[in-house]
C-alpha cells in the first residue's frame, strides 16, 4: 500500500509526514514549488507522476494538504488526473472557514457561507469532489481544521506571532484583540495523529471536524501559553481589532470524529 502526500512541507503536512515515518509506511511525498531534501526513508514524486499509468492501487491512499496559497484550479486538476488514474481513496483538508458566521458550535451539518477567498475556494473543491464522486466512485474524507498551535513553520497564526514577538530581542510588546473571542485550538501533533488515523481507515466519512470540541477564551489562552512555555511577552490587549469574518465564539462539535477514531 503506497502513502501519496502533497504539502508534506506546509505548515501541517511535515507533522503529518513525521507521523507517517513513525510507523515505516509505503510513503511517497510530491514535489510542487517547495524543494523535498533526499531520503531513503521515503520516495520523492515529481508532478508528472500523475502521466503514469498503473500507478496506484485500489488500496493506496492519498492525503492532499495544501493550505496556504490555494490555487483552487490545480487543485481540482490534481485531484481528477489521480482519479482517472484509479485512486479510490482521499483525504482533503478543509476550513472551518466553510461554515457560516455565527456565535456557538459547529457541527458538520452547520450551515456553509464561507466569508474569505480561502474558505470561498475551499468550499468550491469539496462540492467539485462530490460531483466527481458520481463518476468515479471514490471514498473521500474531508476534514474541517480548526485552530492549530505548537507549529514551527507557519508566520501567520497566533501561536507562530506570540514566539516570534518573544524571539524578538528589541520589541516585546504583543499587540492583539480584547482576546474575549473563544476559540478552538488542536496541537498541530494531535491534528497529524488525527489525520493519519482517519485515511488509514480509507472510508467515505466525508465532512469531518478535527478539532479539540473544547472553546477556550483567546485572553486565557495567551496568558496559559505565555507561562506553560516560559514566553518572555507582554502582552497588549485592546490594541487590534477582531477581523470581521470571525465570530466572538465559534468551535467545533468533536462527536463525529471522536466516533471514528473509536
Not at 493550505?67 to 482519479?83: A, E, P, Q, T, V
Not at 459547529?106 to 474569505?116: F, L, Y
Request: charged content about 30%.
Amino acid at each position: 500500500m503506497k502513502i501519496i502526500l502533497f504539502g508534506s512541507e506546509g505548515t501541517i503536512g511535515s507533522y503529518v509526514k513525521s507521523e507517517l515515518l513513525k510507523n515505516h509506511y509505503d510513503l511517497y511525498l510530491v514535489e510542487n514549488r517547495t524543494r523535498i531534501k533526499r531520503s531513503i526513508r521515503y520516495k520523492i514524486l515529481k508532478k508528472n507522476f500523475l502521466t503514469k499509468k498503473k500507478f496506484f492501487s485500489e488500496k493506496d491512499i492519498v492525503i492532499y494538504l495544501p493550505w496556504g496559497n490555494l490555487d483552487d484550479f490545480n487543485s481540482k486538476l490534481h485531484i481528477k488526473k489521480l482519479l482517472k488514474l484509479g485512486m479510490k481513496n482521499i483525504l482533503v483538508s478543509g476550513t472551518c472557514f466553510e461554515y457560516k458566521k455565527k456565535n456557538g458550535i459547529m457541527s458538520e451539518t452547520s450551515k456553509i457561507s464561507p466569508a474569505t477567498n480561502y474558505g470561498i475556494a475551499k468550499d468550491r473543491l469539496r462540492i467539485k469532489l462530490n460531483m466527481l464522486k458520481k463518476i468515479y466512485k471514490f471514498k473521500l474524507s474531508w476534514i474541517r481544521i480548526f485552530y492549530i498551535y505548537g507549529n514551527k513553520n507557519d508566520n501567520n497564526n497566533l501561536w507562530s506571532q506570540l514566539n516570534n514577538c518573544a524571539k524578538n530581542k528589541k520589541n516585546k510588546n504583543f499587540n492583539m484583540s480584547s482576546g474575549e473571542q473563544y476559540r478552538d485550538y488542536i496541537h498541530v501533533k494531535d491534528l497529524a495523529k488525527n489525520i493519519v488515523a482517519i485515511a488509514l481507515k480509507k472510508r467515505n466519512f466525508g465532512v469531518i471536524n478535527v478539532c479539540s470540541g473544547k472553546p477556550v477564551q483567546i485572553k486565557k489562552l495567551v496568558k496559559k501559553w505565555k507561562i506553560k512555555y516560559k514566553l518572555k511577552i507582554n502582552l497588549k490587549f485592546n490594541r487590534l481589532s477582531i477581523p470581521n469574518y470571525e465570530s466572538i465564539k465559534f468551535w467545533g462539535s468533536d462527536k463525529k470524529l471522536k466516533k471514528i477514531l473509536n
